[in-house]
């Protein structure tokens, strides 16, 4: 009985260790995958997608490599600008492993690699730039820092298939600054636009008193033109004689005493106590 226990005990653990054995050189790639073999500590092949056999205890699966696109999320980090200005900056890439061997040989973690390669080369770029200028020319940024890793990646065994600038913006201190200048911004236009209004004003009023100033005098003048018209034509409808002339002085004066009467402002009006001489010689003698 205890050599069967024994057998049994051997034939079990034997089935064991083929099962275990089998199960170590039976290897299925899933699609989408790429598995790196070492033979000894030592690169010997890349399985692809699919059933594979490799010899178990020596050949050994070192990595798995995902070959569908990678999505990397840079974390946000601080960049001064050119103006000494601090922004906000993050982004987003995909990439895609093209050469598994390289991937895991050439850096130690490509992933974290191209990460922070992502964020020296944007902080380079923006650090070029004006605020301004950083603000808004997103997409530029985009397309200088695709080009500028797209060399690093290749040699990592990667391809940079689209890096996407997610959010670029003043920091909060700078976003108060610039609250505060825009605000100065706005009051000095306003002043600058309330100045020019009183400016156009006082002009439009100069020129104004001008015309009416210049309307006045071409009245004065028309009217000392028609007055000297008027006296030349009396004079000459009258001649030598002088008597139509009294009569006119005279008709003048009493219809000024009649206005005078006849005010509604007037209470009193005082006649000359030689109305009668002053008629008569207005009259003529006769």
Not at 150 to 164: N, P, Q
Not at 258 to 279: M, R, Y
Request: aromatic share 6%; glycine share 6%; net charge negative.
């Amino acid at each position: 009985m205890d050599i069967f226990s024994g057998f049994t005990v051997f034939v079990i653990a034997l089935l064991i260790f083929v099962a275990v054995t089998i199960g170590k050189g039976v290897r299925i790639v899933s699609q989408g995958e790429e598995w790196v073999v070492e033979r000894l500590g030592k690169y010997h092949t890349t399985l692809q997608p699919g059933l594979h056999i490799i010899i178990p205890y020596i050949d050994k699966v070192a990595y798995r490599i995902v070959t569908k696109d990678i999505i990397l999320d840079v974390a946000q980090q601080e960049v001064i600008t050119k103006d000494n200005a601090v922004i906000l900056v993050n982004a987003i890439a995909f990439i895609k492993v093209t050469d598994t061997v390289r991937a895991v040989y050439g850096v130690q973690d490509f992933s974290e690699a191209i990460r922070n390669l992502i964020q020296t080369t944007l902080r380079s770029i923006v650090g070029e730039m004006d605020l301004d200028a950083a603000l808004s020319s997103r997409d530029k940024i985009k397309v200088r820092l695709k080009e500028s890793i797209a060399d690093e990646a290749i040699d990592w065994g990667l391809t940079v298939k689209s890096v996407e600038i997610q959010d670029i913006k003043p920091s909060d201190s700078m976003q108060r600054a610039m609250e505060l200048q825009a605000a100065a911004e706005r009051e000095r236009k306003a002043m600058v636009t309330k100045a020019e209004g009183e400016k156009q004003s006082m002009i439009l009023a100069a020129d104004g008193r001008l015309e009416s100033a210049k309307r006045d005098a071409v009245a004065q003048v028309t009217l000392a033109e028609a007055s000297a018209r008027s006296i030349q034509k009396v004079a000459e409808a009258m001649g030598q004689e002088s008597a139509p002339l009294y009569y006119l002085l005279g008709e003048k004066y009493i219809h000024g005493f009649t206005q005078l009467a006849e005010s509604q402002n007037s209470k009193i009006v005082l006649l000359p106590a030689d109305i009668q001489e002053s008629l008569r010689g207005l009259l003529g003698r006769k």
